[in-house]
């Protein structure tokens, strides 16, 4: 094992953890006022056990309560570790706020600054390295995701990652003046609906996606 393998596994391992901690806060949480906060069904059952239905970027999700396991409602397989830390962070911080339909990046978001140059490295950096000046090849790819072209930019797709968590995705065209530039935004209300580290790795899984072809 190399190690770059050896950081992942300590950064997966520190997710799992985090996760695992999430859980147990979120039992303590009343199902129907998260259901409210975070705008994602809640079927009751009996008692306060039930099931939460949702779409995560398109892919329909089913999560129980209190269990908290979450799988995939086609294949009924238990999702990723970043899916389901993405998840329960936005459980854990939604607060019902509503979306403000501004959007704002990486830098404005409580204590991204500091962490702004790294994020844009593993994101934006990353799709110019792979589509350049190539707005139609960027485009295809951000639809064959269902991303919704929207006037941002020279092209500009928003993504649903969750019922209230939009991500934008823009391009810019460079010239002999400037490079080309892309860069993920947020809502300006995101810290109503994650924690700084969360949308680091909400745009790293976008970013992902996208370079994916």
């Not at 985090?18 to 009996?46: S, Y």
């Not at 990353?126 to 919704?148: C, D």
């Amino acid at each position: 094992m190399d190690f770059m393998s050896i950081d992942q596994q300590k950064q997966k391992d520190s997710l799992l953890k985090r996760i695992d901690e999430l859980r147990n806060q979120l039992r303590q949480v009343d199902p129907e006022t998260l259901a409210r906060n975070t705008a994602i069904q809640f079927e009751k059952q009996e008692s306060k056990r039930g099931e939460f239905k949702f779409q995560f970027l398109k892919q329909p999700l089913c999560l129980d309560f209190p269990g908290l396991e979450l799988i995939h409602a086609d294949s009924k397989k238990v999702a990723n570790h970043q899916i389901q830390a993405l998840v329960f962070y936005y459980f854990r911080a939604a607060d019902g706020s509503p979306l403000s339909q501004r959007w704002i990046s990486f830098s404005e978001i409580p204590n991204g600054l500091f962490y702004n140059q790294a994020f844009q490295g593993y994101t934006g950096n990353r799709l110019v390295k792979n589509y350049q000046n190539n707005l139609v090849r960027f485009s295809n790819r951000a639809r064959s995701l269902e991303g919704v072209e929207t006037e941002f930019g020279d092209a500009a797709f928003r993504f649903q990652m969750l019922p209230r968590l939009p991500l934008l995705v823009a391009a810019w065209q460079g010239d002999e003046d400037f490079p080309a530039s892309y860069k993920i935004l947020f809502d300006a209300s995101i810290s109503h609906y994650l924690p700084t580290d969360a949308c680091a790795i909400a745009g790293s899984m976008l970013t992902g996606m996208l370079l994916k072809e």
